[in-house]
Structure formats: C-alpha cells, structure tokens
C-alpha cells in the first residue's frame, strides 16, 4: 500500500521543525519517523543535517505555501506520529510490569 505524501517541497516549517524533533528528542530513527509522518528518509536526514548546522529555516523558502487542507493533514499525522510513540512506550511499560509481577507471585 502506497503512503500518501505531501507534495515535493511542500512542507511547513512547522512541520519540518517538528519531524526534526521526533528524530533529535523523540528518540524515533528518521527511518521510523518518515515512515510515521510519510515522508522520504532521505528529506527528513537532510532536515536532521541542516537543524544541526542552524539551517533548518532556509529549507523551502522559495516553494508555495501549503494549503489549509495540507496544513491540517501535517498537523493530524504529527498528532498520529506522538501518539503512536506513547502507545508503544506504554506497551512497553505494561508488558515489563505483567512480567515482574508474574515473577513477584512465584
């Protein structure tokens, strides 16, 4: 099944700044998060690479701006991206705690 992309060049700064952050504080691998914000790996290493060197503004400058719909669609699938991480941190959590206290009644 083919992910729906956003347009070549056509991602908010916002957005940009935010799928940075999953990679650089979410402890997430750009492979994890382009693939959880559909977008190519190789755009948000390049995003990576630049937010180090304080560049990460001048990505997109000169492309049109997003639209309504699109900028809805960024924001929804960020939203989808964090709550996913929490939920497999919580499955993590839960599964360690069923298992120490199986251990604790033995």
Do not use: C
Not at 23 to 42: C, F, I, N, W, Y
Not at 88 to 96: G, N, P, R, W
């Amino acid at each position: 099944m083919e992910r729906a992309r956003i347009p070549h060049g056509r991602y908010s700064k916002e957005f940009r700044e935010e799928a940075v952050r999953l990679v650089t504080e979410g402890g997430l691998s750009a492979g994890e998060a382009s693939a959880r914000l559909s977008l190519p790996k190789s755009t948000l290493e390049n995003w990576v690479r630049a937010a180090k060197k304080g560049k990460l503004g001048e990505i997109g400058k000169s492309h049109r701006p997003l639209t309504e719909l699109e900028i809805e669609l960024a924001q929804v699938k960020r939203e989808l991206a964090i709550v996913k991480v929490e939920r497999d941190i919580l499955k993590k959590a839960a599964a360690y705690f069923a298992k120490e206290s199986l251990h604790g009644t033995r």
